[in-house]
């Protein structure tokens, strides 16, 4: 087959089951459901439709090869995907085309999607119409760019296992996101490739040091007061400094291998000191430290007194967990540190024994369809804003399969705030979380948890639905024109806003066309933002800085709404 043309990805399933024909009526009924799919197959190959196009690499729109160009249906249980590769002059095709909409996506190593304003491409939807022919499809790519270097100590010795990031600011924060990692190799050197053009920071985590592990003598109290002080080498950014906002950022173009070479800086450090109190003759407690900037992770033992020491810590804040126990019945304990200028000393932590949270899923109104491809999620309701390298446990919370019955459970539970999401309804089904109930209270906001509980969820696969298009005024006052590649998202009521799945989002097609289902009844505003951050719709400061551009709308139980949206317009800060 021609490299350029497209092959079809088929759903799990067969037109033929193999069958052993036992009697003629049998015989009869397969002749004849044979003749109608063959009647169906003449029919679809008379509406067959196709796409055709080019990729090109930008700046400069020159044709590349050996793109793989994957369609995949956004109908998740019927729907078939295409893959085609691109030739020597950029083209490919795909024959027999299922009607319907479509997520495309471009893959070559070395290369990112981009959109006709050279921004990275994250939504890509295109609508395939019956009995239509695109052939002139225009996609577009560009070379990432790598920052590669060597990691070496005071004396240009080279420091082998440093974790070296590149990170970016998040658009109107100060925070930062990781986007790639390394350790460095035996020479020291490391190479993060794959980054889209842009402002980078390096930072170097070291290797764990030998020394956090030579603890009995302090930290079980043979040898009391250590005078000395603890200097070892620190977190360091780029270009050579342990202050995060001294660091320097490096400016990044499209096929750029940037050089960035960083000497370790060290510096004084501090000590945590304290005692995990109630284990059992025998019991280990591990103890770790976490920096909250997500750059840094520190753990050792607890001695069989219970008393702790963390060595080599530099100012910053951190959080400190404790797990001892056994592998079937854990303990766990945590605490937030600061540390400033001085070691942390008399630390007391208890861990405790974790519960149980089950439940019980039911689809209201004799929906259709099982319950086994849903997963239940619960998360802290205090989760950092940011996961950083090192939270993602806070930050993500923890899954439970629901069984055919509906029944689910989270086991070793530590106390806490909550909240309830619930994850793998087809995007087709219209399906919602109703409601989330504790002994009979409404908690779809949220509960506190000290115990063993019993949930219970109900799930409508009647939600709202909400139709339209996307538009935007060019500079002439006739000149209206529909906007492909936009994020529509009907954002909820204030209360709601710290549930992620009560954001229900849609992407416009070629045509400017979007379709948001599942939409829970209440009031929402109805916006549409192109080249955003994903999910920078949840944060508070971009959703009061675009307070005058969306759509105010109400959204019943099973309410289908037409709507026309402008495009809203976005500060450069949040792009």
Wanted: aromatic share 8%; net charge negative; with cysteine.
């Amino acid at each position: 087959m021609d490299s350029a043309a497209g092959t079809q990805v088929l759903p799990l399933f067969h037109k033929f089951p193999s069958l052993t024909i036992r009697s003629t009526t049998l015989a009869i009924f397969l002749l004849k459901s044979l003749l109608l799919i063959g009647a169906q197959d003449v029919q679809t190959g008379a509406r067959s439709c196709s796409i055709a196009g080019t990729v090109v690499k930008e700046p400069g729109s020159q044709p590349l090869k050996k793109v793989m160009v994957q369609f995949f249906s956004e109908n998740q249980k019927g729907g078939v995907s295409y893959t085609a590769s691109t030739d020597a002059d950029g083209r490919f095709h795909i024959a027999n085309v299922t009607p319907g909409r479509y997520r495309f996506f471009l893959e070559r190593t070395g290369f990112v999607g981009v959109n006709e304003r050279g921004l990275k491409s994250e939504l890509n939807v295109f609508t395939v119409q019956a009995g239509q022919s695109v052939d002139d499809l225009l996609l577009r790519m560009m070379l990432t760019a790598v920052i590669s270097g060597r990691v070496t100590d005071e004396d240009g010795d080279p420091m082998a296992g440093v974790r070296v990031f590149a990170s970016r600011k998040v658009p109107g924060k100060t925070k930062r996101k990781v986007l790639a990692a390394q350790a460095t190799n035996d020479l020291g050197e490391y190479r993060l490739s794959g980054l889209f053009p842009g402002q980078y920071y390096v930072v170097a985590t070291p290797a764990p040091d030998v020394r956090d592990y030579e603890q009995e003598k302090s930290a079980h109290g043979d040898d009391p007061g250590d005078p000395k002080i603890d200097t070892r080498y620190l977190t360091t950014y780029y270009p050579g400094t342990y202050d995060r906002s001294q660091a320097v950022p490096l400016t990044l173009k499209a096929g750029d291998e940037m050089p960035a070479n960083l000497t370790m800086v060290s510096g004084r450090t501090y000590r945590i000191r304290g005692i995990v109190t109630g284990i059992k003759a025998g019991e280990k407690p591990i103890v770790e430290l976490v920096s909250k900037a997500g750059d840094s992770i520190n753990a050792n033992g607890a001695g069989p007194d219970g008393q702790f020491e963390v060595r080599g810590i530099g100012p910053g804040s951190y959080l400190l967990r404790v797990v001892s126990g056994s592998d079937m019945q854990p303990l766990t304990a945590r605490q937030e540190i600061n540390v400033i200028s001085a070691d942390v000393e008399g630390l007391k932590l208890a861990p405790e024994s974790g519960f149980a949270i089950s439940g019980h899923v039911h689809l209201e109104g004799g929906a259709s369809g099982g319950l086994d491809p849903y997963r239940v999620n619960l998360r802290s309701a205090e989760s950092p804003e940011d996961p950083g390298f090192f939270l993602s446990r806070e930050f993500f919370g923890a899954n439970a399969q629901v069984d055919r019955l509906g029944t689910f459970e989270w086991k070793e539970v530590n106390p806490g705030n909550y909240i309830v999401q619930l994850f793998g309804a087809d995007t087709e089904s219209n399906c919602f979380l109703k409601s989330v109930t504790l002994g009979g209270r409404d908690v779809s906001t949220g509960f506190a948890a000290s115990g063993a509980a019993t949930l219970d969820l109900g799930v409508s696969c009647n939600g709202g639905s909400i139709e339209g298009m996307v538009s935007e005024r060019g500079k002439d006052v006739d000149d209206v024109h529909p906007v492909s590649n936009a994020m529509v998202v009907a954002v909820p009521e204030e209360k709601y806003r710290n549930l992620p799945d009560h954001f229900a989002t849609g992407e416009t097609d070629q045509h400017g066309r979007f379709t948001v289902r599942g939409v829970a009844p209440g009031s929402y505003t109805l916006y549409a933002w192109q080249d955003v951050e994903e999910n920078v719709y949840r944060d508070a400061d971009f959703l009061k800085s675009q307070e005058a551009n969306g759509k105010a709308l109400r959204v019943e139980e099973g309410s289908h709404q037409q709507v026309t949206l402008k495009l809203s317009p976005v500060d450069a800060e949040w792009q």
